[in-house]
């Protein structure tokens, strides 16, 4: 079993930044990529972003330029660094991770975020 925790989360104005943290423990060994997705009301669940365990990053196309994805193999936490807020950001943001099959097995409890204009 992996757990997942994430963090940072909260209310900015448009424009402004946040840092979302997910923090991994448990049997991690069979994690091959981690991932933030978001859901905000009354949408479906969306990929934001990926990195694979080797750091290759994909980024969805809306939050390309604005959106970072990272990690910190040493500390086994991922990171979301969010630039340049808009209104349409605002969802509940969940951490991932994916097991050697492929599947995003793994998920956290989620944490909002909220962007006001």
């Known amino acids: 079993q992996v757990q997942l925790v994430e963090s940072g989360g909260g209310l900015v104005q448009a424009g402004g930044s946040l840092r979302l943290s997910c923090a991994a423990s448990?049997?991690?060994?069979?994690?091959?990529?981690m991932g933030w997705y978001r859901q905000a009301p009354g949408k479906q669940r969306e990929l934001v972003a990926t990195?694979?365990?080797?750091?290759?990053?994909n980024h969805a196309d809306s939050v390309k330029g604005r959106f970072t994805i990272s990690r910190d193999n040493a500390n086994n936490t991922v990171y979301l660094q969010m630039n340049g807020l808009k209104p349409e950001d605002t969802a509940v943001y969940y951490c991932?991770?994916?097991?050697?099959?492929?599947?995003?097995?793994?998920w956290g409890q989620g944490t909002q975020v909220t962007v006001s204009s």
């Open positions: 991932a991770a994916r097991d050697s099959w492929l599947i995003w097995k793994y």
């Open positions: 448990g049997n991690i060994f069979g994690i091959n990529a």
């Open positions: 990195i694979t365990s080797g750091g290759n990053t």
